[in-house]
């Protein structure tokens, strides 16, 4: 089965600072891989996705991700932080190739002044 | 844009009630899905469907069923509720079953079962 880890729930950053969350992934196939966000109060938005056209993969709001195979990741960043990136993240992998989703169980961010 | 609406945010029941979370989509998008999120487990897939009448269990089906008489309307059904029930409930929906295609979520609708 596929599956995704993301480690460490709450996430602290500095505003300015260097934006990493990780994700790794488990799959017998290749995969498709998604990045979401979630403000308080709202759904889930699509951040980015990988579907094997570039490795390298830039989303909305500066973020980006890059996806390694030999590692199995496909971990996200953004250079610098800044106040309104205080949300909860999630990855995703694409699940027995039919468009079924799972995901990690998500990055609280906390962005300090 | 798509556009995903779920008929409340916020739902009050009690034990034992039969409740409806209505789900509505207007991309004409084949799939849709009822996910449940709860703090540190991210989030769960309750039931999807394909197509219209049809459904598929998710990972954790035990005390829900579903309903989809038309295309754009996906109903999660609590046939009797409990109180280990009470969660955020999310409703998504993607174009076609290739794997590459986003899913699209609605706001949620935060249940409590008193």
């Known amino acids: 089965a596929q599956s995704v880890t993301q480690l460490g729930s709450h996430v602290s950053v500095s505003e300015g600072a260097l934006v990493l969350l990780r994700c790794n992934y488990s799959?017998?196939?290749?995969?498709?891989l998604f990045w979401y966000v979630q403000y308080p109060n709202q759904g889930l938005q699509l951040l980015l996705k990988?579907?094997?056209?570039?490795?390298l993969v830039k989303g909305i709001n500066g973020f980006e991700a890059e996806f390694k195979k030999s590692e199995t990741s496909f971990h996200l960043t953004k250079p610098s932080a800044h106040m309104s990136d205080a949300a909860e993240y999630f990855c995703a992998v694409s699940y027995y190739g039919n468009n079924r989703l799972a995901f990690g169980k998500g990055n609280q961010v906390v962005v300090i002044p | 844009d798509v556009k995903v609406t779920q008929s409340s945010r916020y739902l009050v029941k009690r034990t034992g009630e039969k409740v409806f979370l209505e789900c509505v989509q207007d991309m004409d998008h084949e799939n849709m899905f009822w996910y449940r999120q709860d703090p540190g487990l991210g989030l769960r897939l309750i039931y999807f469907s394909y197509d219209v009448k049809m459904k598929e269990k998710g990972d954790i089906p035990e005390g829900y069923s579903v309903s989809r008489e038309k295309k754009e309307r996906f109903s999660l059904i609590l046939e009797s509720a409990s109180t280990n029930q009470t969660s955020m409930y999310l409703c998504?929906?993607?174009?076609?079953?290739?794997?590459?295609?986003?899913?699209?979520f609605g706001d949620g609708t935060r249940l409590s079962i008193l």
């Open positions: 990988y579907t094997s056209a570039a490795t």
């Open positions: 799959s017998s196939v290749p995969p498709y």
């Open positions: 998504a929906s993607s174009q076609a079953r290739d794997s590459n295609q986003p899913q699209h």
